[in-house]
C-alpha cells in the first residue's frame, strides 16, 4: 500500500501520478517516523536507532515536486520546477519516473510514500530516492549520477551500490564519472543537521539524476521511457534488500570522521579515488581537512573556494592533534 502523507497532484501537471491517492495524515506520521529511542537488543554503544516494523518501506521524491510549497526555512531556495530544455521540463520527467516506479515497488511487497520536496520532519524510511534530471553547459555532456548525504551511513552507502550497479548493467547508458557535485551531497531533503524539514538521518537516502535534459539522446530517452528508468531503481532497491536487514541497526548510524591534516610535501586532490584521475587541487602540507566519505585508500573531502568535492590519498592525511 502507499503510506498517505501528500495532497493530492495538482492539476495541469504534464505528465502526473494520478493513480496514487494521498493525503497528510499526522498520526501516521507519529506512529511510524517520528520514534523516540528506545532499548534495541543487540546496540550496546552509541545512538540508540529503532528499526522499523511490517514491509520495507520505501520513500520517492519526484525532485522539485511542489517546490512552491517549501517552508519558511527554505525561504532563500530556487522555486523553480528543475532543468528546462527544448521544451522538456525536469519535473515531469521526475514525477513520470515516479508514477512507473511506485506500483512496481508495490509488486514487491513494499509501501511506498511519495514526498514533495517539503519532505516531513524525521521521516523514516529503509530507502529513500530523490529522482533528478540535470541540466549541462553543452549539449553533449550526458551521463547518469547518484550520491548519498555527506557522511552517509553504512546502509546509504550500500544502497547507493546497488543502485550504481543497478544503472551499470545497462550498458547503454553512460556514467558521468566525476560529476557529483556538492548541491548533490548536500542536499537539503537529507541535510537533517541544518534543517527541520529533512529525513531522519537513519533513513539512508541517495538522489539520482537520470541523465541529462540538455543532451538530445538522454531526452528523448527520459521521456519517453520512464518505466525503463523506474525498472533500474526497483532492480537497484531490490539487490539492496538482498544484502541488508534493517535489523542491521547499526548500519543506519552516520559516519563521523574527525579533522584531519595533509602531511609533508603535500597532497593532491583528485576528481575521483583514483591517481590516474583529473586534478582538482595541490593542497600543501598543514592544510586541514574534512573528510566526509572514504573508500578504500582514501577519503571524500569537501573543499572550500571555491567549494569542490575531491579524493585524497589516505596516505597523504594524517590524524590532526
Not at 497532484?9 to 497528510?24: D, E, H, K, Q
Not at 535534459?213 to 528523448?220: C, I, L
Not at 579515488?273 to 600543501?284: I, M, N
Request: hydrophobic share 45%; net charge neutral; glycine share 8%.
Amino acid at each position: 500500500m502507499i503510506r498517505r502523507l501528500i495532497r493530492p497532484f495538482f492539476a495541469g501537471v504534464v505528465l502526473c501520478i494520478a493513480s496514487i491517492p494521498i493525503l497528510w495524515s499526522t498520526s501516521l506520521l507519529q506512529e511510524t517516523f517520528f520514534r523516540s529511542p528506545a532499548d534495541v537488543p543487540g546496540q550496546t554503544a552509541g545512538p540508540l536507532v529503532v528499526p522499523l516494523d511490517g514491509p520495507y518501506v520505501v520513500a520517492v521524491q519526484p525532485g522539485h515536486w511542489k517546490i512552491d510549497e517549501l517552508p519558511p526555512e527554505q525561504s532563500r531556495r530556487d522555486r523553480g520546477i528543475g532543468a528546462v530544455y527544448a521544451g522538456v521540463r525536469e519535473l515531469d520527467i521526475n514525477l513520470a519516473v515516479a508514477e512507473k516506479l511506485t506500483p512496481m515497488l508495490q509488486a514487491e511487497g513494499w509501501e511506498v510514500i511519495v514526498v514533495p520536496a517539503t519532505v516531513p520532519p524525521g521521516l523514516r524510511a529503509d530507502v529513500f530516492v530523490s529522482i533528478h534530471a540535470d541540466w549541462g553547459a553543452s549539449t553533449a555532456r550526458s551521463g547518469w549520477k547518484l550520491a548519498p548525504p555527506w557522511r552517509p551511513s553504512h546502509a546509504a552507502t550500500l544502497l547507493a551500490n546497488a543502485l550504481k550497479d543497478s544503472f551499470r548493467a545497462r550498458g547503454e547508458l553512460t556514467e558521468d564519472i566525476g560529476g557529483i557535485t556538492v548541491g548533490m551531497r548536500g542536499y537539503f531533503g537529507f541535510a537533517s543537521h541544518r534543517y527541520t524539514y529533512a529525513s531522519s538521518p537513519y533513513t539512508p537516502a541517495v538522489l539520482i539524476e537520470l541523465g541529462f535534459v540538455t543532451n538530445a539522446a538522454e531526452r528523448k530517452r527520459m521521456v519517453s521511457q520512464p518505466e525503463y528508468y523506474a525498472e533500474i531503481i526497483r532492480d537497484g532497491i531490490r539487490s539492496h534488500f538482498s544484502r541488508w536487514t534493517r535489523m542491521d541497526v547499526s548500519s543506519l548510524v552516520p559516519k563521523v570522521f574527525e579533522p584531519m591534516v595533509v602531511g609533508s610535501p603535500g597532497a593532491i586532490a583528485y576528481k575521483i579515488p583514483d591517481k590516474a584521475a583529473a586534478r582538482v587541487r595541490e593542497l600543501p602540507a598543514g592544510t586541514i581537512v574534512r573528510p566526509v566519505d572514504q573508500a578504500p585508500g582514501w577519503y571524500e573531502v569537501s573543499l572550500r573556494s571555491p567549494r569542490v568535492i575531491a579524493w585524497i590519498s589516505d596516505d597523504d592525511l594524517a590524524k590532526l592533534n
